[in-house]
T-cell receptor, first 113, second 118 residues
Framework: EDKVVQSPLSLVVHEGDTVTLNCSYEVTNFRSLLWYKQEKKAPTFLFMLTSSGIEKKSGRLSSILDKKELSSILNITATQTGDSAIYLCAVGAGGTSYGKLTFGQGTILTVHP | GAGVSQSPSNKVTEKGKDVELRCDPISGHTALYWYRQRLGQGLEFLIYFQGNSAPDKSGLPSDRFSAERTGESVSTLTIQRTQQEDSAVYLC????????????????FGPGTRLTVT
């Protein structure tokens, strides 16, 4: 059974701090790893990492995929209160699992002013 | 439309009643997915539609759950004889699709329907 584990489960920081969120996976026939930000109900897409794109950056956010270690990190620099949210990691596989994402339990990030 | 839309946004129902949840995917997205998110937990895959192919129903938790999709448009998720453990946020997502084995596309989520079974 495909499995995704995120750590830490929760994190409290102050504005301006840098945070690193972790995601590890055990998936048969890995195809992609995705990061989402969830503030209320709808997860908002951040990044997708694949074998052909193992590093992505957008503003203060960046993410790296380590296929050897079966893991990924999401970095947020100079955090702001608006970064407070649940960050979800999900993995897409091929074969009979094609199409569906397996999600981790999420990391709750709280940024204090 | 501009994004994935879902209705209703909230639904409170009595145990034993049937409910129907609706999802309108992004125009042009041929793949549509349903997930469930219980309080404090990650998303659980329920079902996946792609064009006219048979849906992947492997995540449906029981035969009380069913879903339909008309062509490449609206989908409805039906839960019959609701139980308290069905209380959750039901999220719909859609994506492009370029064939099994083709490149992967990110899934875009709707705002969800919060279902409360009393």
């Amino acid at each position: 059974e495909d499995k995704v584990v995120q750590s830490p489960l929760s994190l409290v920081v102050h504005e301006g701090d840098t945070v690193t969120l972790n995601c590890s996976y055990e998936v048969t026939n890995f195809r992609s790893l995705l990061w989402y930000k969830q503030e209320k109900k709808a997860p908002t897409f951040l990044f997708m990492l694949t074998s052909s794109g193992i590093e992505k950056k957008s503003g203060r956010l960046s993410s790296i995929l380590d296929k050897k270690e079966l893991s990924s990190i999401l970095n947020i620099t100079a955090t702001q209160t608006g970064d407070s949210a649940i960050y979800l990691c999900a993995v897409g596989a091929g074969g009979t699992s094609y199409g569906k994402l397996t999600f981790g339990q999420g990391t709750i990030l709280t940024v204090h002013p | 439309g501009a994004g994935v839309s879902q209705s209703p946004s909230n639904k409170v129902t009595e145990k034993g009643k049937d409910v129907e949840l609706r999802c309108d995917p992004i125009s042009g997205h041929t793949a549509l997915y349903w997930y469930r998110q219980r309080l404090g937990q990650g998303l659980e895959f329920l079902i996946y539609f792609q064009g006219n192919s048979a849906p992947d129903k492997s995540g449906l938790p029981s035969d009380r759950f069913s879903a339909e999709r008309t062509g490449e448009s609206v989908s409805t998720l039906t839960i019959q004889r609701t139980q308290q453990e069905d209380s959750a946020v039901y999220l719909c997502a859609s994506s492009l699709f370029l064939g099994v084995g083709g490149r992967s596309y990110e899934q875009y989520f709707g705002p969800g329907t919060r279902l409360t079974v009393t």
